[in-house]
């Protein structure tokens, strides 16, 4: 009964989905659905699919291009990208991509510094240069809370340049975090036991002090002196908030995920504020995985007590954001086997029968564009709860099913989902021996 529903649901999906041929029209109909809105979402089911990454930034250029976005958000930390929005806004000293993206140098590097990412770092560099003059270019952000030590650095050297007595009532305050040794887990693990003080208020009379003195600092050189109090007053709310979320990842999953996840809406939304102050039209494309921008409240995170930044979004913004998810069946994908592995190449095996992956591998479609918003009698057979895959910068074949899949209402979760059948794995800027060498056919030594 299950495989016959299957088979004449997938009929449907085939009926009504455009099929992805490589050509340049492909992604007219999703451009149609996301017409005037402020707040494109950009998915991923894995940290390390080749194909993800490619076509969100082909997708990408073209709501740059044609829809005049300005901001790409990714799911990156906040100095490490804007290192990056320097480069291709023609500021900073890095002289090529490769140079912008050597600040990932957090596990996992994969997920910035890889081919398809270098491609579009330097390709939005030359879409900014030959822009009109007073034009706004399009600039690269972090919404990611993991970097509480780089962040501290960046707050200090920032008032070191404008405000010496700034710099040093900043460095007395964060003298509170120097025990760990950049150990955020260490100082967390401390904290929430009680081992060590906590260092909540002085993140947060740190921040304070940052707003309190934001308009005297901005005066000092017109528009780019604001760009960096805003940068250095963005860091300072970082540590606030990272101090808050490695406090809290010891008293449970749900306090410390929900905690992130507002974190990034809030980055979002003090960016937008800061991009439009002198009356721009801001939008904006966002880049996580389908975990952080589906609407959380059509999966079992929902049961959990779990939100994410998708479902945030959409409470704020309603129609003016639209949400994009993607899937595929089986190919490869760069992941870990632990945190703080090595980068290798493994083999996604097939989606499970009850899966959305396998109800798009039965389209026969080797990738197809769906729209769901406004979708109709073939929408309301996808408000059906299945299983949905979600491979992270960790991935575990054996224990598949338990580590890697959720139920999730795909018509509600997203506005639009993008299937790739068989995929391949993104390739590394720094490929190592396990990466090169890749995962043995399950059949091997066998060739059947």
């Not at 800061?274 to 801001?282: E, I, K, V």
């Not at 999966?299 to 704020?316: D, K």
Request: proline share 4%.
């Amino acid at each position: 009964m299950l495989e016959q529903r299957t088979r004449t649901l997938a009929q449907a999906v085939r009926e009504v989905a455009h099929p992805l041929t490589g050509a340049a029209a492909d992604y007219d109909p999703l451009l149609e659905l996301i017409g005037d809105a402020r707040f494109v979402l950009l998915g991923e089911a894995s940290h390390g699919t080749h194909e993800f990454y490619r076509e969100r930034a082909q997708i990408t250029q073209r709501l740059i291009q044609e829809k005049g976005f300005t901001a790409v958000c990714a799911e990156a930390d906040w100095p490490d990208a804007y290192r990056v929005s320097c480069y291709v806004r023609g500021a900073g000293d890095s002289a090529n991509a490769d140079e912008a993206l050597s600040g990932f140098k957090r596990f996992p590097t994969w997920m910035w510094r890889n081919r398809v990412v270098l491609d579009f770092v330097e390709w939005l560099r030359q879409h900014n240069e030959h822009l009109p003059r007073g034009a706004p270019k399009t600039g690269f952000y972090g919404l990611d809370l993991y970097s509480l030590y780089t962040s501290i650095q960046a707050v200090l050297g920032y008032l070191d340049n404008v405000d010496p007595e700034a710099a040093r009532r900043a460095r007395h305050r964060y003298g509170c975090f120097e025990h760990f040794g950049e150990d955020t887990q260490a100082y967390g693990y401390a904290a929430s036991f009680g081992l060590s003080e906590s260092c909540e208020r002085a993140a947060i009379e740190q921040l304070v002090d940052m707003q309190r003195h934001a308009l005297e600092h901005a005066r000092r050189d017109g528009l780019m002196a604001e760009d960096e109090q805003f940068y250095a007053e963005q860091n300072a709310r970082l540590v606030k908030n990272a101090e808050e979320y490695y406090r809290t990842m010891f008293s449970g999953r749900v306090s410390s995920w929900n905690l992130r996840d507002r974190h990034m809406v809030e980055t979002l939304d003090a960016l937008m504020a800061h991009l439009s102050r002198h009356g721009q039209h801001t939008k904006v494309a966002v880049w996580e995985h389908n975990s952080h921008l589906g609407d959380a409240r059509a999966t079992e995170m929902s049961r959990r007590g779990e939100l994410n930044v998708g479902q945030l979004v959409r409470e704020r913004y309603g129609d003016e954001a639209v949400l994009i998810g993607f899937s595929t069946y089986t190919g490869t994908v760069t992941a870990a086997s632990d945190w703080d592995g090595p980068a290798e190449r493994k083999r996604v095996r097939p989606g499970l029968p009850e899966s959305y992956e396998a109800l798009f591998h039965e389209t026969g479609q080797p990738s197809l564009l769906l729209r769901l918003r406004n979708g109709g009698s073939m929408a309301e057979g996808l408000d059906t709860p299945r299983l949905e895959r979600a491979i992270g910068v960790i991935y575990r074949p054996e224990t598949e099913r338990l580590s890697h899949y959720f139920t999730a209402r795909l018509a509600r979760q997203f506005d639009a989902v993008l299937h790739f059948d068989e995929t391949r794995a993104v390739e590394p800027l720094e490929r190592a021996p396990q990466w090169e060498m890749g995962e043995a056919p399950e059949t091997y030594p066998f060739a059947v």
